[in-house]
């Protein structure tokens, strides 16, 4: 049977928030949980059909992979099908615990639930030569990381976190107004379920410190302006013993002096003299891994595109090298000698009434056709 569509399964639009669409999957997952549905097959099915659609959809890769492949370019990413434990959803009162800390501001019964750290950017920019062949960078990032004095408790050595008296620990109080009962986030611990009395000198209680860290990328041939290189676990330090997040390098590649790229293949203007253009010859022509030489037929015209194949670009997500497409531009002489000037008017007045300027002569006939037997 054939798969749904992802975002059907879920009932989300494609582009949907990552905070929409985790709603949407806790709301799909509480319907058809099998702890509400015992001996259900159809609501099992669905609901490991949900758990697969978030966690393709919850990962930035196997988002794009599938935005623009289908189901075809998340096969064999690994981790497909695994269940909602995955994401920390294994029992219906984990999903509602879930859903009930994000309405109250705490983690449900337990205090607080550790949070994961936040994902962070750096631009990266790099030369073509470097884009093309790959290279390996050091990169400083900016970011906070676990305190090493308290090991990321927020307390001061030697001592711990004490539960606190106002919640006993669960982050939560109950409130009674009238016939209702309202759950509130706790003000004393403000939902960590937890008192730090005495804090980390260092972290001051917050369990992190912001540091520089010095890091090293490597760059895979063939990236090109727009992609990203993820590092996993290299973003901001979680709260609470949560994970940390992770690090996109974004990639720009700066402009080049003699080339212009166009996905796989690359382009150049190489500039020759009238008489290689009339006579033909040997010329030499850049590529990123040296000159080669390039034949040019005689009476090649300004503009002619020349391909040298293999030339190009090698795809980073792999496939065969793109090609280096050479335009040739004819130069006119500049500085003549008052002799250089006589002898271009001998070749020029050899030339006239013989058809060596083909598209000179199809222009002009183009334009008479046009405005009629006027003269030009």
């Known amino acids: 049977m054939a798969k749904r569509d992802y975002y059907e399964v879920l009932g989300v639009q494609k582009g949907t928030s990552a905070q929409d669409l985790k709603k949407a999957y806790r709301r799909v997952a509480m319907k058809f949980h099998p702890d509400r549905n015992p001996d259900n097959k159809e609501a099992e099915e669905k609901f490991k059909e949900a758990s697969e659609a978030y966690e393709v959809l919850s990962d930035d890769q196997k988002r794009a992979a599938y935005d623009q492949y289908g189901h075809a370019g998340v096969e064999g990413m690994g981790g497909m099908g695994g269940g909602a434990g995955a994401h920390g959803f294994g029992s219906f009162s984990d999903i509602f615990g879930d859903v009930f800390g994000d309405i109250f501001g705490g983690g449900g019964p337990g205090g607080r639930r550790s949070t994961r750290g936040a994902d962070l950017r750096y631009n990266l920019e790099l030369s073509l030569e470097d884009a093309v062949k790959g290279t390996s960078v050091k990169i400083k ?38 016939f209702f009962s309202v759950q509130q986030t706790c003000p004393n611990c403000r939902g960590a379920g937890t008192i730090i009395s005495d804090p980390c000198r260092d972290c001051h209680g917050q369990g992190r410190v912001e540091e520089t860290k010095t890091l090293s990328v490597k760059v895979p041939p063939g990236v090109d302006t727009g992609d990203r290189i993820r590092l996993a676990g290299e973003g901001e330090a979680g709260i609470d013993g949560g994970p940390s997040g992770d690090l996109y390098v974004q990639v720009s590649v700066k402009e080049h002096d003699f080339f212009t790229r166009d996905g796989k293949n690359l382009y150049c203007e190489v500039p020759i003299s009238i008489f290689e253009a009339c006579l033909g010859g040997d010329i030499d022509v850049p590529t990123l891994d040296g000159r080669v030489k390039l034949k040019v037929p005689a009476e090649t015209q300004t503009g002619k595109l020349f391909r040298l194949r293999g030339k190009g670009v090698v795809p980073v997500r792999g496939g065969a090298a793109g090609d280096l497409l050479c335009r040739v531009v004819v130069e006119t002489p500049v500085n003549l000698s008052k002799r250089q000037k006589e002898l271009l008017e001998e070749l020029k007045n050899s030339l006239q009434g013989s058809k060596h300027s083909p598209k000179q002569h199809s222009w002009f006939d183009g334009m008479k056709n046009l405005f009629g037997d006027m003269k030009l």
Request: hydrophobic share 15%; with cysteine; proline share 8%.
């Open 141 to 178: 990032v900016p970011t906070y990381v676990s305190c090493k004095t308290c090991s990321g408790s927020g307390a001061k050595p030697g001592t711990s976190p004490t539960t606190c008296a106002t919640c006993g620990g669960h982050g939560q109080v109950r409130m009674q107004q009238g």
